[in-house]
Nanobody, 114 residues
Framework: QVQVVESGGGLVQPGGSLRLSCTVSGSVVQFYGMAWYRQAQGNQRELVARITSAGTNYADSVEGRFSISRDNAKNAAYLQMNDLKPEDTAVYFC?????????WGPGTQVTVSS
């Protein structure tokens, strides 16, 4: 069974940075497009960034501040988040890009607050 585990979240002040990591077991990351999603309290889960063979794409709200990457040798994906804003506060999840996703992992909480 595929397991996804996210890590790297925490409490950070506005303007700060965090690097999220995602490790996958039971599948091979290199065969898929990968994506980061987030869900703020009371909101639906939304796509933040994706990385595919065609390149990377970002939600307008994070363009220029976030950067997604992957390490196929480690079966992992990453999200570098810079210039964090309070509105980035959410639980962040990693999964395949597209419709047919793996079971969701627990996510990692990111809180941006002074």
């Amino acid at each position: 069974q595929v397991q996804v585990v996210e890590s790297g979240g925490g409490l950070v002040q506005p303007g700060g940075s965090l690097r999220l990591s995602c490790t996958v077991s039971g599948s091979v990351v290199q065969f898929y497009g990968m994506a980061w999603y987030r869900q703020a309290q009371g909101n639906q889960r939304e796509l933040v960034a994706r990385i595919t063979s065609a390149g990377t794409n970002y939600a307008d709200s994070v363009e220029g501040r976030f950067s997604i990457s992957r390490d196929n040798a480690k079966n992992a994906a990453y999200l570098q988040m810079n210039d964090l804003k309070p509105e980035d506060t959410a639980v962040y999840f990693c999964n395949k890009d597209g419709r047919y996703r793996w079971p969701w992992g627990p996510g990692t909480q990111v809180t941006v607050s002074s």
